[in-house]
């Protein structure tokens, strides 16, 4: 059974910055692609960045050079870290692993997924 577990969000004013981290267990971490997903109050859960397996990255537009996910296959640990961070980033942000199929855009492609960890912006 892979479990997911989020650490590293909170509260910080806009223009700052924080670091999500992702511990994964399970199955062999290095195969997967891992994203982070966010989902704002009364809004669908939306992509937001992935590492796939062979090492390349993508990110939404929304969060495109403020944003950097990357991952330590020794430590099972995939991380997100957040700069110059806006008040419209307020979210709980969850990781998720990834299916072998499927776009990396929609969330019915992972597997398995974290229980999410807040993350506040004032303005």
């Known amino acids: 059974q892979v479990q997911l577990v989020e650490s590293g969000g909170g509260l910080v004013q806009a223009g700052g910055s924080l670091r999500l981290s992702c511990a994964a267990s399970g199955r062999t971490f290095s195969t997967y692609a891992m994203a982070w997903f966010r989902q704002a109050p009364g809004k669908e859960r939306r992509f937001v960045a992935i590492s796939w397996s062979g090492g390349g990255t993508y990110y939404a537009d929304s969060v495109k050079g403020r944003f950097t996910i990357s991952r330590d296959n020794a430590k099972n640990t995939v991380y997100l870290q957040m700069n110059s961070l806006k008040p419209e980033d307020t979210a709980v942000y969850y990781c998720?692993?990834?299916?072998?199929?499927?776009?990396?855009?929609?969330?019915?492609?992972?597997?398995?997924w974290g229980q999410g960890t807040q993350v506040t912006v004032s303005s």
């Open positions: 998720a692993q990834k299916s072998n199929s499927g776009s990396y855009y929609y969330s019915n492609s992972y597997d398995y």
